[in-house]
Structures are given as structure tokens and as C-alpha cells.
């Protein structure tokens, strides 16, 4: 028999565990190929986003999702974004499995990413925009 949880189950692990992790970390847009979260991160470092306290809405339905608006007045570097990474506050970027992070996909609105922006073709200098952003169990 494989395991199942209920909605409110899922919305009680997203609230307190993503949401105490993840809050108050940053978010880091970068080009190319996603390492996997147990690696040293890779690409372009192209927006970094301070999360705040709050940063994601309260769970519902099974998922969460960001809270507020997330964005980067000045991008940090010139590329093409490809994927996420979602660290803690004190993320040290070691080959490790011992620190809480997140991977996932990143294209433009309408391409199925885990996280989409209006523009995948980032300069630094420019103000970076996330539009959609959920996680879901």
C-alpha cells in the first residue's frame, strides 16, 4: 500500500515546514542546467531576491504559493534564465545534503516552468519580476 495524506496534512507540512525554512532566504535566478540542490550551484548568478518574513501565502489546497511581489530592481548578471535555486539565509553553496534548498525550472509566462517570469532574457542592471511561484504536495 503506498502512503496517502489529506489536504490538511499537506497544508500543515507546507506551513511550517517550507514556509520556516524558506522565509526570510533568497531566491537565486540563474542560467543553464540546474546542478541538483545537494550541489554547489552553477550558471550565471542573473537576480537574487531577498524573501521576506512572509514570503509565501498560507497553504491551501495542498500548495503554496508566494506571497507579495518578488523582484530584483537590479539584476546581478547578463543571460538567459534556466532554473532556481531557493536557499536559507545561511546556505554556505557546499556540495552537501545537510543544508535546505530548492531546485526547480524557470521559463517564461505560459512555458510550464516551476517558476516563470515575463522575460527569460535578463541584463544586469534590470529589474527581474517573479510572476507565478507554487509548490505543491
Sequence with gaps: ?????TTALK???LD???QSVFNSGTL???SGAAPGANAVATGTLLASISMTADAFAAA???AVAKNGTWSDTSADGTGTAAHF?????????ASTQN???LEGSVTATGGGGDLTLDNTSITTGQSVTVNTFSIGL
Design 11 to 13: 497544508n500543515t507540512i
Design 85 to 93: 535555486r531557493l536557499i536559507t539565509s545561511t546556505d554556505t553553496n
Design 60 to 62: 491551501a489546497s495542498g
Design 99 to 101: 543544508e535546505a534548498r
Design 16 to 18: 511550517s515546514g517550507i
Design 28 to 30: 537565486q535566478i540563474r
Design 1 to 5: 500500500m503506498s502512503l496517502t495524506l
